[in-house]
């Protein structure tokens, strides 16, 4: 009995529980000791927890491009970064334009979907168009070749658009109608940050609802799980993955818009970081499966904006905020190490 | 296999993130010979070695700037300061034609390491114009003293470079901006003495230039008999300031002092305003954040926002703006456009001090002398006031300014002092 349980334990396990564990107790520690000080009151709490749902929203909507892509090629788009920003750079000058002729102040609700739309567009269209120059050439290569082919395709696109729209930043007007807050129990409540949670969740159910319940959602699940097969049975694959870049890259649109109304300026490299952080959503959910690219999405933004001050402040160490992205990556490399297949594992592949 | 994949990857990302983050500070090279064979009629005996320019070609002055990016308005200003000193001069050093030309330094270590590698490779350079931002200088101008340039930043301000006994300070290297200890004290005694404030809070992006001049500002702010409530720093890259703020919140300032740059200024600018607890708190930046490039970022909210710069005035000036408006169609775009001016001029006087002309034109200039001369620049008629160099390599004469932004207008209004 002991023998077999000293076979099956390696010392690699062992060290990595006693990582576990460390940070484990460091975030408990942590933790303690900040609401014993009793520095914060439960308004900023509250406040920074909406703040981290806010941005939880957009990081789930860019995940998603990664989850869908995944779950259908097997393969990371990390080009995906510059689908995100693609939109939301171009869509400023129709902004812009907007804001300067007053047309976005007198009529906001139909603004916002222009520059939505014309965002979403073009994030599609990149999309695609990255699927057909950058990948399909490539779809029978080993898996390594199109993964560094991303990356190329990710500095392309950077450059280009910098190429395009000048390396400055510029910002987006400020909508008079989201100006302001509610009061909610003698807490804040940004108009802002409701209109972005709001509206990720109705993305999110859209997507959803294409994925399960529309024809070419069904397609997608087919080809997810048998290329091959759901070839045979008369699926036309080419169009479906067309489809699937299409629809993320649309999906990465309408989050740089929820990304512009919480911080509105835009430049060529705005992608990075948000990109990186909803791949790591997208692997704590569940690579490939749609509710865990949002379930892990609201956990890191959550984690990232009450972080630092909950788990760091009362540890004494110095600028906690810097450290806000070492824990987003902190929790995907434990993540890779104690549940590899993320929360909610890959059930949008495994389903029979 | 393709958890493997991912493991790896995200390892990697991780470590190249790191990477960058902590740029390596290159270790300073003695200098490299840079003479080609010297002529029989001339015998360079400097220290560290002589430029020669042939009868015909140009003088070499390069440029380090940011030129590019964010931050890119504070390098084009500088080059545009540049070149219309160059068209003053007609165009040449001792009748050789001037060739100008640079890198882009990003505004950031990374990428002034880069240019440096690229310009100290370059043997015809004579003098450089450069960094724009101290984070820069930090990384290329021991790349650049090295190469035994005369380096003259019009822009870098962070005490350190010019700090005798200080590893960021190098042999060869001048500055026509002021020195920040001057500028945090005048930052300090205006938000003290004229906003009325006690209380106040600092943020710098840790970048050298922010790092020590919110250190000399809180200095000068307790001595006055303020209290500083917290000291704390941001990423340049950060969007989400939710947590910083929120943890200056907790000490009620009445003032928080950013002297950091664009984009992540912008940002705490914006989200201040949205934070419990900070709606009605001043803000105030400093040079790097003078630019229009704040009023398109921070939107309407940079309204009553102060920042410290330079003030610069005079016959001299008001008749260089006119060139500039000019030359490029525009008023300046930033604020260190003159200081550029001076710097360039600093340099020109050196050359033409030390230059040795041979009958047929061609010119010596010995590097060490070449330093040395530029070195004992003394009551030089600048367009910034008279300059005269200290040994370390400090040669503004400085006023320093508050202005306080309105939306939609730029630049912002002088208020202090009256």
Redesign the interface.
């Known amino acids: 009995m002991l023998r077999t349980w000293r076979q099956r334990v390696t010392i690699t396990d062992i060290v990595v529980w006693a990582i576990g564990l460390a940070i484990a107790v460091i975030v408990v520690w942590g933790t303690i000791s900040t609401l014993q000080s009793g520095?914060?009151t439960g308004?900023?709490w509250l406040?920074?927890t909406i703040?981290g749902l806010a941005?939880g929203g957009v990081y789930a909507l860019i995940a998603m491009g990664y989850t869908l892509v995944y779950g259908i090629l097997?393969m990371?788009n990390f080009a995906h970064s510059e689908v995100f920003m693609s939109g939301p750079f171009t869509a400023v000058f129709l902004a812009l334009a907007l804001g300067q002729s007053g047309y976005l102040d007198q009529h906001p609700l139909i603004s916002m979907t222009l520059i939505s739309l014309v965002s979403m567009t073009v994030s599609a269209l990149i999309a695609i168009l990255l699927e057909r120059i950058a990948y399909r050439p490539l779809r029978n290569a080993p898996?390594?070749v199109p993964?560094i082919t991303a990356i190329g395709a990710s500095f392309f696109l950077q450059y280009v658009f910098r190429g395009l729209y000048g390396?400055?930043?510029?910002?987006y007007?400020?909508l008079a109608a989201l100006i302001g807050?509610w009061e909610l129990a003698g807490?804040?409540i940004?108009k802002?940050q409701v209109v972005v949670i709001f509206g990720a969740i109705v993305m999110m159910l859209v997507l959803y609802g294409i994925v399960q319940w529309t024809k070419m959602g069904k397609a997608m699940r087919a080809v997810s799980e048998d290329k091959e097969a759901a070839e045979l049975m008369g699926i036309d694959v080419d169009r479906v993955i067309v489809f699937t870049f299409g629809l993320g890259g649309a999906s990465a649109g309408a989050a740089g818009i929820l990304y512009i109304i919480?911080?509105?300026?835009v430049?060529f490299?705005m992608g990075f970081?948000p990109g990186?952080k909803a791949f790591?959503a997208a692997?704590l959910g569940g690579?490939g499966n749609v509710p865990g690219a949002f379930l892990g999405a609201m956990i890191l933004g959550l984690l990232?904006?009450?972080?630092?001050?909950l788990f760091l402040?009362g540890l004494g160490v110095?600028?906690?905020?810097?450290l806000?992205?070492a824990i987003a990556?902190i929790i995907?490399?434990l993540i890779?190490i104690f549940r590899?297949?993320g929360i909610l594992g890959e059930r949008l592949t495994d389903k029979a | 296999m393709s958890k493997r994949i991912l493991f790896v990857l995200s390892l990697l990302l991780i470590a190249s993130m790191l990477l960058s983050a902590c740029a390596p500070q290159p270790a300073a090279t003695e200098a490299p010979a840079m003479t080609e064979a010297p002529p029989a009629a001339f015998e360079c005996t400097d220290t560290i070695g002589c430029v020669t320019v042939g009868p015909s070609d140009p003088v070499h002055i390069a440029y380090l700037l940011v030129v590019a990016g964010p931050n890119e308005t504070l390098g084009i200003d500088s080059r545009n300061g540049i070149e219309i000193a160059i068209e003053d001069t007609g165009g040449t050093i001792l009748d050789h034609p001037v060739k100008f030309d640079g890198e882009d330094g990003g505004c950031d270590a990374g990428p002034g390491q880069a240019a440096g590698t690229k310009l100290s490779a370059d043997t015809t350079i004579v003098g450089v114009i450069g960094t724009s931002c101290s984070s820069e200088a930090r990384a290329a101008v021991p790349l650049l003293s090295g190469a035994g340039f005369l380096v003259v930043s019009p822009s870098n301000t962070a005490p350190d470079l010019t700090e005798p006994g200080n590893p960021n300070h190098y042999p060869g290297y001048l500055r026509t901006a002021h020195n920040d200890t001057i500028q945090g004290a005048v930052a300090a005694k205006f938000a003290f003495e004229e906003l009325g404030v006690k209380t106040a809070a600092t943020i710098h992006d840790g970048s050298l230039y922010a790092d020590k001049l919110q250190q000399v500002f809180a200095e000068n702010f307790i001595t006055m008999g303020g209290t500083i409530t917290a000291q704390t720093a941001v990423d340049p890259n950060q969007t989400d300031m939710s947590s910083v703020l929120a943890d200056i919140a907790t000490g009620t300032p009445e003032l928080i002092y950013f002297p950091i740059f664009l984009p992540a200024g912008g940002f705490i600018i914006r989200q201040a305003k949205t934070t419990p607890g900070l709606e009605n708190t001043k803000l105030m930046g400093a040079d790097g954040l003078f630019s229009p490039d704040v009023t398109s970022a921070a939107g309407d909210d940079v309204e009553g926002f102060y920042v410290s710069s330079p003030l610069l005035s005079g016959a001299a000036y008001d008749e260089f703006v006119a060139k500039y408006e000019a030359k490029f169609g525009k008023q300046p775009i930033s604020i260190f456009h003159a200081h550029a001016y001076d710097a360039y001029m600093i340099i020109k006087a050196a050359i033409e001090k030390v230059a040795v002309k041979d009958a047929d034109g061609t010119l010596h200039i010995g590097r060490q002398a070449l330093r040395d001369a530029a070195y004992s620049t003394a009551n030089h008629q600048g367009l910034t006031g008279t300059l005269t160099c200290d040994a370390n390599g400090d040669c503004a004469n400085p006023v320093i300014g508050a202005y306080q932004y309105h939306a939609g207008a730029y630049p912002p209004e002088l208020i202090w002092p009256k």
């Open positions: 520095k914060y308004g900023t406040d920074l703040k941005l097997r990371i898996r390594l993964l390396s400055g930043v510029r910002a007007p400020t807050f807490v804040r940004y802002t919480l911080f509105p300026v430049n490299f970081i990186l790591t692997v690579i990232e904006s009450v972080g630092p001050n402040d110095i600028n906690p905020s810097q806000k992205d990556f995907l490399v890779l590899p297949s």
